[in-house]
């Protein structure tokens, strides 16, 4: 079935109109409303919001609502819940005075003066200053206001209800377009089509802009016991998804290298891996030098790139041939999955340094640097 209008902008008709029930939510109507006429509700939501423009984020019109069902749109708004948005009444009783932070030295000063100028009730100076009793009695006991009291982080609800389907929505893009996310409408039409979810288009665009796979440079702590070594108490990771992303976009440079700007070269597929790191604020391959010297028992002093190449089969071979060179590269794509397999625990990165100082304690060269001057001979 294909919408239309009729009379210029007035909506079609159309053919399945089931009832709305009483209590319903709009969102609830027009998704039967979708299914029953065999479109999706993002179109159809879309639809009824009318120009300009058509359902991005914006709410359905009452009156296309009506026409679109041939019913009377007083009906409508009876009982959907959520059709009209109803201006909200006015409290019965004046707002109650609020002291801020920055005003209660002065006010306390104010409370304390007043008292030493004359006997006071502290009722009489609540009112008096408009605040509560309370808060003369700490004007009285001390002329320093107590420091406020530290409010937990509020989380919207839209992380636990459909921040699991976001995740799974951008995953999945992520992987089939080179690592690209999509456009916040692309996720919030999927949510609607898909997994029945009312929420809001700009509920959907707060999560998406302070999603890790959006900012890749967001870390998370991972909070335990300390050793006592710098190296070993690093535990500072990626968020999980953000590995995700770099993976899935390794693997479509590994596939389509020119459609990435590079040759397949093991040269320029180092080239476009710096830079990613660098985009990280050089984040993402923190550790894999060290990790990849734990892997070959050597060479604390070479780059990762020169690592990767004796880790390749066959080892160092200098120049490359053709050969050497797709081993260098397959070796560099496998080796990296695993090093983000690696990151990817919660204690990963603290692991990983703490397996690197392990084969440095063995190193003869190490223990004599860190020999004490006296025990020298």
Known sequence: MTAGTDDGDRPRLLPA?????SGETTDSYIRRLARANHLKPSYLRGYLVGPPDYGCGKRPRADRLAAATGRQQDALERALIDLVRRKREEP?????????????PALFAAIREDVAAGELS????????HVSQHIVRQALASP??????????????????????IDAILDEHAATHAGQLPPVRLVWERLLDEHD??????TVHRYMSSHPLKNPDTLTSHPGRTSGNSLAESRQTFQPGVFKHHRALL?????????????GTFATATAFILGLDAGTSWHMLTGFQEWLVVRLGRGHDMTWAALVRHLAPGGWIHPLTPRAETDAVITLYRL??????????????ARIFRDYQ????????????????????
């Open 17 to 21: 109109r089931p009832r709305p029930r």
């Open 358 to 377: 392990a084969w440095l304690t063995t190193q003869a060269w190490y223990q004599f640097e860190t020999t004490e001057p006296n025990q020298i001979n």
């Open 122 to 129: 502290v009722q009489r100076l609540a009112k008096l200053h």
């Open 197 to 202: 979810a009312t929420v809001a288009y700009a």
């Open 336 to 349: 990296l999955s695993e090093f983000f397999h690696a990151r990817e625990r919660p204690d990963g990165l």
């Open 251 to 263: 693997t479509a440079v590994r596939r389509e290298p020119a459609r990435h700007g590079i040759d």
């Open 92 to 104: 019965a009783r004046p707002k109650r005075h609020v002291t801020t932070s920055a005003d209660k």
């Open 144 to 165: 320093t206001p107590p420091p406020r009291k530290q409010r937990p982080a509020i989380e919207g609800p839209a992380k636990g209800r459909v921040g699991p389907a």
